[in-house]
């Protein structure tokens, strides 16, 4: 089937299916339209820069943004659910949100909906939550545009929420009292089977306009599955005895004590396992054929894939990440006035990249580097209360994103080896951050700044503050030093209290923002970590066009200032110099690597992109003499008639950093159609 021209809409592609459905459409050569309230999320997403990718912010509860997402698509998958958001009228939210879904479709002249839902007999006795899918599904039935509905039971994924529940389960009870849904049926199926059926439904016609119960090999009960569970993690059987009495409402809070499941979220999908959900029929994988996985074999390529520290997705990736109106630049006023800080920061013998590896990988196993104790009756107390707790640990214990879930934080912004920081979505009486901010500074060294910024909510608010003031004194001075363990450098400068300037993070970007670029005269954190970066380089590797291909040579370079131009030497007789006066847009590379076993760790190239032009006169003796103070030695070829003199001026940085992380930095704002 020739899907190059088919323009695709994912609503909900910041979800747990929706994340990974949307790079594997982009595999099977369709145009896709990634939308999601949080953008950002997104953006950050390795395929965020895929050439048939479009990402649109877009709310299914707002109809126009809705009409403008399906503006010029032929099909949608429908993969929302307001349940995640932790909104007790999610049954109303949804059936609303369907509605939009239905006119938005009918006006854009649709030719498809795929529908995910839940699996479910309509009127015997559903929960909550499976009522709510099976209207949803109705509700968009109803419209003009044909819809494939697939209703699935329990899906099997590294990170999904019911695998979440069922592995913390199974991995911290060796005894269960579980209520007597234990016993209920059920006909899990993988997400690579999902997924199967998802794209498939897009390329087999006979699926337009049909309902498909859809599940794996295998008919069992929750305890037959935990049971398969324990034996592929190596684990002794576990001990399950049904309690009448435990009724799916109280099962829910114990859910929730056990696993990284907040209350909320906990709460329907424990009701819904009262609820049998096995397929009635299984017409669909006669029209799209896949090998289905058993409960088996889909768990031990979970546990394979836990075990690899490669998930994709997680349950909690989902939903819109609320930045606070007082963090977002151009709240100066109003945020001066109200929010309460305490700031402590420390310098150390160690480069930002150095430093970054250690706050980049803060929290879930790893830990807080100090008081672990602490964070964890924190996140006990959390749970208590109702809130999201300490288990959700960290999506990939390596990499993090914007969007990713942190323990009982948000990512809220991340700038490779500048800043990262983080939402409290823990329960407290206001709005929290916690931060961290480096700063590249002379001899290789790095000042590392802790924040944490409130905004109280009422009285209780400015008490719980100054309450907790004693414990951010012992807990940031112990985590600033225990970084500095970790990192294995010398405190240049010990932790201690200051007053800093509170930064901001850029509202989501929105329509051709989505892919945010940095403009170099706007961040002064790039500016002095690449000035810091050149400064330490002898050479640089010059690529230029010739006729009969490309040419490398190695060159000696000395920057300006302002980073805007790079100065070069070469002999008009060399072939460099007839390469540039005949095509002028060159590039140049610089690494810190030494080809050691650590350098992922801390290896940093920079490519500059630019255009080379021949100087006479005054501007090239302010070259000469840039060159000049950077190699003295040069001084006598330098002023050799027969030495040129060339300013690359540059376009763009591009900075690789740890051999995978990629980042553009400009020299100037670019305007619409440099962007597009």
Not at 106 to 124: D, F, N
Request: proline share 5%.
């Amino acid at each position: 089937m020739n899907t190059t021209h088919k323009t695709v809409l994912v609503l909900g592609a910041t979800g747990y299916v929706g994340g990974r459905l949307v790079p594997l459409l982009l595999d099977k050569g369709y145009h896709v339209r990634a939308g999601a309230r949080s953008a950002s999320k997104l953006a950050c997403r390795p395929y965020a820069r895929h050439p048939h990718l479009e990402i649109v912010p877009v709310d299914v509860l707002d109809q126009k943004a809705l009409d403008s997402a399906l503006a010029g698509c032929q099909a949608a998958f429908y993969l929302v659910h307001a349940m995640q958001s932790g909104v007790r009228n999610f049954s109303e939210i949804d059936r609303q949100a369907a509605q939009n879904m239905t006119a938005a479709s009918s006006k854009a002249g649709l030719e498809q909906i795929i529908y995910l839902g839940g699996l479910g007999i309509q009127g015997k006795d559903l929960s909550e939550h499976l009522a709510s899918r099976m209207e949803v599904g109705e509700v968009l039935m109803q419209g003009d545009v044909p819809v494939t509905w697939l209703r699935a039971a329990m899906i099997l994924g590294a990170g999904s929420a019911s695998f979440e529940i069922l592995r913390y389960l199974v991995d911290r009870l060796p005894i269960m009292l579980t209520p007597k849904w234990v016993r209920n049926r059920c006909q899990p199926i993988a997400i690579s089977n999902v997924l199967g059926y998802l794209t498939g439904c897009l390329e087999e016609p006979a699926t337009l306009g049909q309902v498909f119960d859809i599940g794996g090999r295998d008919i069992l009960s929750y305890e037959e599955l935990f049971q398969i569970y324990a034996r592929e993690a190596g684990l002794k059987p576990r001990i399950v005895i049904s309690v009448p009495v435990l009724s799916p409402r109280l099962s829910s809070h114990w859910i929730s004590l056990v696993t990284p499941l907040p209350a909320n979220i906990a709460r329907p999908l424990a009701e819904g396992l009262r609820n049998e959900v096995v397929c009635a029929d299984m017409r669909i994988a006669e029209l799209i054929p896949q090998k289905l996985l058993s409960c088996q074999e889909a768990i031990a390529r979970i546990l394979q894939r836990v075990r690899q520290q490669t998930v994709d997705t997680f349950w909690s990736d989902a939903g819109v990440v609320h930045t606070p109106e007082w963090v977002t630049c151009g709240d100066k006023e109003y945020a001066e006035g109200t929010v309460l800080s305490c700031n402590y920061a420390t310098v150390l013998q160690a480069r930002p990249a150095e430093v970054w590896e250690t706050i980049r990988t803060i929290g879930g196993q790893r830990g807080w580097y100090y008081g672990n104790a602490l964070w964890k009756l924190r996140g006990f107390v959390d749970k208590l209360m109702g809130g999201v707790g300490l288990r959700r640990g960290r999506r990939d214990p390596r990499h993090i994103r914007v969007g990713d879930a942190l323990d009982f934080w948000r990512v809220l912004d991340v700038r490779k080896s500048h800043k990262l920081t983080l939402l409290a979505e823990m329960k407290v009486p206001g709005e929290a951050l916690l931060e961290f901010t480096l700063t590249a500074q002379e001899g290789g060294r790095t000042e590392l700044v802790q924040s944490a910024r409130f905004l109280p909510r009422g009285l209780w608010g400015i008490v719980y503050w100054y309450l907790l003031a004693p414990f951010h004194v012992l807990i940031f001075k112990g985590m600033l030093r225990g970084i500095s363990r970790h990192i294995l450098c010398p405190v240049i400068r010990p932790p201690a209290r200051v007053i800093a300037k509170p930064s901001c993070v850029v509202r989501e970007p929105l329509d051709e923002e989505i892919r945010p670029c940095i403009v170099l005269t706007e961040d002064p954190l790039w500016r002095t970590t690449l000035r810091t970066f050149l400064a330490e380089q002898k050479s640089m590797v010059l690529a230029t066009q010739s006729e009969a291909g490309p040419y490398c040579s190695l060159m000696v370079f000395a920057v300006t200032p302002d980073l805007t131009n790079i100065a070069l030497a070469t002999p008009r007789s060399t072939r460099k110099y007839e390469n540039m006066i005949a095509h002028p847009v060159v590039s140049l590379l610089a690494d810190n690597r030494e080809n050691g076993d650590d350098d992922p760790h801390g290896a940093m190239a920079v490519t500059v992109l630019g255009t080379a032009t021949e100087l006479a006169g005054s501007p090239a003796d302010s070259m000469k003499r840039l060159l000049m103070q950077a190699h003295p030695r040069l001084k006598d070829f330098l002023n050799d008639a027969d030495t040129a003199v060339f300013a690359v001026s540059v376009s763009r940085y591009i900075v690789v950093e740890e051999f995978q992380d990629v980042q553009e930095i400009f020299v100037r704002q670019l305007n619409d159609q440099e962007r597009a």
